[in-house]
T-cell receptor
Framework: DAKTTQPPSMDCAEGRAANLPCNHSTISGNEYVYWYRQIHSQGPQYIIH???NNETNEMASLIITEDRKSSTLILPHATLRDTAVYYC????????????????FGKGTRLSVIA | NAGVMQNPRHLVRRRGQEARLRCSPMKGHSHVYWYRQLPEEGLKFMVY????????ESGMPKERFSAEFPKEGPSILRIQQVVRGDSAAYFC????????????FGPGTRLTVT
């Protein structure tokens, strides 16, 4: 079972920031927060992951609260092509030894970017 | 660098037939995962393989399903004696050895059992 809770759906105006929340109150010390998204009928796409520090890459930013019980994925300037289901996943480790556990997908948040 | 390739993209089988789904990981990736997505549901892990080894098959149904990743060639997910409940999208993902935290997914094979 997924260890995360996400709102089922959200809307965002094109060009605005999309802030997708995720609760993971039972996260343990060695577990990372991962975000993937699935555009309709395609395979999921890796977005970003983090442990406790905020992370940023070319796709998004990840803000993790100090107690690590929740996080927010930020798409700074949402476009229509960002319409997708976004999955927040908690998973142990990133090393070659422990980072090979399967991803456990929940129901995710269906983000609709509106023109 | 080509992405993860899966074929066929669409497969129709009658009940009782066998389905063979193929996955070619990205170049240099030696770790392969199979996931299944039933209609209107999230993805469920099935099996994790490295070359010639099954590492974790905890998500595989006990009967009719098997997977392999030979030394040469693609990974194969085989479903014997398919039933209507096997109709789903089957996704393959691969990871590079030095970045196991990133899984790159293929476009999926949509299996329809009639």
């Amino acid at each position: 079972d997924a260890k995360t809770t996400q709102p089922p759906s959200m809307d965002c105006a094109e060009g605005r920031a999309a802030n997708l929340p995720c609760n993971h109150s039972t996260i343990s010390g060695n577990e990372y927060v991962y975000w993937y998204r699935q555009i309709h009928s395609q395979g999921p796409q890796y977005i970003i992951h983090g442990l406790k520090n905020n992370e940023t890459n070319e796709m998004a930013s990840l803000i993790i609260t100090e107690d690590r019980k929740s996080s927010t994925l930020i798409l700074p300037h949402a476009t229509l092509r960002d319409t997708a289901v976004y999955y927040c996943i908690v998973r142990a480790g990133t090393s070659s030894v422990s980072g090979n556990t399967p991803l456990v997908f929940g129901k995710g948040t269906r983000l609709s970017v509106i023109a | 660098n080509a992405g993860v390739m899966q074929n066929p993209r669409h497969l129709v089988r009658r009940r009782g037939q066998e389905a063979r789904l193929r996955c070619s990981p990205m170049k240099g990736h030696s770790h392969v995962y199979w996931y299944r997505q039933l209609p209107e549901e999230g993805l469920k892990f099935m099996v994790y393989l490295q070359k010639e080894n099954i590492i974790d098959e905890s998500g595989m149904p006990k009967e009719r399903f098997s997977a392999e990743f030979p030394k040469e060639g693609p990974s194969i997910l085989r479903i014997q004696q398919v039933v209507r409940g096997d109709s789903a999208a089957y996704f393959c993902a691969s990871s590079p050895r030095d970045r196991l935290y990133e899984q790159y997914f293929g476009p999926g094979t949509r299996l329809t059992v009639t």
